[in-house]
């Protein structure tokens, strides 16, 4: 086992990773403003409507995971169960 510390162990540089993704999405946020937009529809020239629709549309994938993993969870020796010789150590 490689025992080397990664730029990524450094808790400052996770931070600073973090602050870098916050500018980077807030100079896309402030971005529209600055072209002009040709809508299908109305609320499509909202500011900021694609970055929330975006982020809101994550937000219901994760929470839709979240709820499908309690439906489909099976135990951790579902697979191992029926097979013969699993349980013979």
Same mark, same amino acid.
């Given at each position: 086992m490689n025992d080397r510390r990664r730029w990524l162990d450094d808790p400052r540089n996770v931070s600073r990773l973090v602050h870098g993704l916050?500018? *980077?999405?807030?100079?896309l946020l402030l971005a529209d403003l600055l072209y002009t937009k040709h809508t299908h529809f109305p609320f499509e020239a909202w500011f900021g409507f694609?970055?929330?629709?975006?982020?809101g549309a994550y937000v219901f994938i994760v929470m839709s995971a979240k709820? *499908?993993?309690?439906? *489909?969870?099976?135990?951790e020796d579902y697979y191992e169960r029926d097979r013969p010789g699993a349980? =013979? =150590?």
């Open positions: 916050y500018v *980077l999405c807030a100079a694609f970055a929330f629709f975006g982020f709820l *499908l993993r309690r439906w *489909l969870k099976r135990p349980h =013979d =150590d």
